[in-house]
Structure formats: structure tokens, C-alpha cells
């Protein structure tokens, strides 16, 4: 892990009332916006919302609480064939929230994420088609913010990314590599340097565990490795025992700074959406905005 840097004096927290609140008000506008659609929609379960408890490396014991969202939004997916290949576009709201008491891990980031894809033709019965088994590359675009869960921390970023997609291969298919996603991602933006009431001033420290400082640009190299479903250890159709995992680090081109996150554990599937996650997360700082590592336990729903 790397050095750990001395916590930098900040404005109190926000009062739990007022940020529970905010947790619960984001996520009934994510549920009023986004989750007013008809039944087949639903079944896509775009929402997952976590609730349990967490241990710190500092041995405390806290709440934690996870909402992620992401949609494809219809109305703006296409598919246009020039030359034997097919082009698809797509654009989906994403909105993470994770965050707990102590120094449980926190991190917000909202952004509209998007995807474009060139599938090649295949001729099926005379009929050219987007060949559904054939290796192919997906370009992704994005843009928002990430945030630590007071919002004293504040980075604009925009993204994009080439993610080989090989899931459909029949070799892939058969085996574990088409439960996987890798992707290596570009990232440039601002961090934004907030007024700290504490210090009556400007914020002139960094975040803990980043070399990135308030006021200046942002240029970062991300990779990802994904398990995009559970690899089932036990199945009792529906019901049974699965892992799961997601490794990220990102390069710092502008300070030479390396930061990582590392989260993987057990999921307990109880069928109709639901499970019990037993995971081990590890980060070394921004832009995770937080150091060190945590156990925890939680009921996971998805809608």
C-alpha cells in the first residue's frame, strides 16, 4: 500500500440528519426520474441498492450504504450498417453513491456514459446481419463528476476508453473469459477548489492518499478488469453461491502517482434480485477518497 499522508484539516462533516438526507432525497429522485418506467423495463433491475455494516483497517465498526444506477436510454439507440459494419450508440445515466459512518469507504459520481460500437456484418440467409459471435471494439465516452460524500472534494472529468468486447467468442462463452471486461480509459478535468469553511479560505491541501492538487488540471491513464456476473461456485437455480470482483488503477501522467482499488467476496443469491455480498475492498487514496481497506456485510436489492 502506498505511504499514507497525514489527513488534512477540513470542514466538520455534514450532520448525519442533513447527510442521510441527502442520500435518501438523491435517491428518490433516481427512483422519481429514472424509475417510472413499465413492467419490461423494470425487469432490467438498472437500480442496486446496498444496506449493512462495515469494519475498517482503524477496527471500527460502521453503516454502509451503496446506490448505483445506470439506464440505456431507448430513444437514442441506433444502429446504422455502411460498408459490411454496423454502428450502435448508446447514452445511460450512471449515478453511484457508496458511503457509511467512520472511514468507511465514500465516493459519489454521476455522468452520462456512452458507447460506440462497430460490429461487423454477417450474411444470414441472404440477409446481412451484425455478426453477434465475432470479436469487436467498443469506443466509450463519458462525462460528470466524482466527489467524496460531503462534496469537499469535487473533480470534472471527462472520459474515453477502448474495451475489447470478446464475451460472445464461442471460446469466451463456453468458459470464464465471457464472464470478464477489461477496458483502458483516458481521463482529463478539473479539480475544483472549493472554499473550506474551517480554514475561512480556499482548500489548499490535497486529498489523502493523492499527489492531485485543488485547482489544477487532471490527466489520468485508468484500467479496469470486471467480472460483468457472478462466477457461480454453487447453483441451486436461482438460489446459490457466487464470486464476485472489479480491480481499478489509475495512472497520475501529471504528478507520476499510482492509485488503486480492489474490491472482490462472496455473494450469497437469494433469486428475485436479492443477495447478501460479503466483501474485502482496498484503495490507496483519491480518487476513491479514501485509504486503507474494509470488510463488509450487506442485504443488496436490485430493481
Not at 86 to 101: N, Y
Not at 123 to 132: F, H, K, L, Q, S
Request: glycine content about 10%.
Amino acid at each position: 500500500m502506498s505511504e499514507r499522508h497525514s489527513a488534512p484539516q477540513r470542514r466538520p462533516p455534514f450532520p448525519r440528519v442533513t447527510r442521510w438526507g441527502v442520500l435518501g432525497s438523491l435517491a428518490l429522485v433516481v427512483t422519481s426520474l429514472f424509475g417510472g418506467a413499465d413492467e419490461a423495463q423494470a425487469q432490467t433491475r438498472d437500480l442496486s441498492v446496498s444496506l449493512g455494516t462495515v469494519r475498517t483497517e482503524a477496527e471500527r465498526a460502521a453503516m454502509r450504504i451503496a446506490v448505483e444506477y445506470a439506464k440505456n436510454l431507448g430513444d437514442v439507440f441506433q444502429i446504422r450498417s455502411r460498408e459490411g459494419r454496423s454502428r450502435i450508440v448508446d447514452l445511460s445515466p450512471v449515478l453511484t453513491l457508496e458511503t457509511g459512518e467512520a472511514d468507511a469507504f465514500n465516493r459519489v459520481i454521476a455522468k452520462i456514459s456512452g458507447n460506440v460500437i462497430w460490429v461487423p456484418d454477417t450474411t444470414i440467409a441472404g440477409v446481412r446481419t451484425p455478426c453477434g459471435t465475432c470479436f469487436f471494439h467498443v469506443l466509450t465516452l463519458s462525462g460528470g463528476i466524482e466527489a467524496d460524500r460531503a462534496f469537499d472534494d469535487v473533480n470534472v472529468l471527462a472520459e474515453a476508453g477502448w474495451v475489447p468486447w470478446y464475451q460472445n467468442l464461442a471460446g469466451a462463452r463456453r468458459g470464464l473469459l465471457g464472464q470478464t471486461s477489461v477496458g483502458v480509459f483516458v481521463q482529463a478535468g478539473y479539480r475544483a477548489d472549493l472554499p473550506d469553511a474551517a480554514l475561512d479560505s480556499t482548500s489548499a491541501a490535497r486529498v489523502p492518499g493523492t499527489e492531485e492538487e485543488p485547482g489544477s488540471a487532471l490527466l489520468r491513464l485508468k484500467t479496469d478488469f470486471t467480472l460483468t456476473s457472478p462466477i457461480s461456485l454453487v447453483d441451486f437455480g436461482g438460489t446459490g453461491l457466487a464470486l464476485i470482483g472489479r480491480a481499478t488503477a489509475w495512472f497520475d501522467l501529471a504528478n507520476s502517482a499510482l492509485y488503486h482499488r480492489v474490491a472482490g467476496g462472496l455473494r450469497i443469491e437469494l433469486g428475485d434480485g436479492e443477495s447478501f455480498d460479503f466483501l474485502y475492498q482496498d484503495g490507496s487514496g483519491a480518487p476513491n477518497f479514501n485509504e486503507g481497506e474494509q470488510f463488509s456485510a450487506s442485504l443488496v436489492i436490485r430493481f
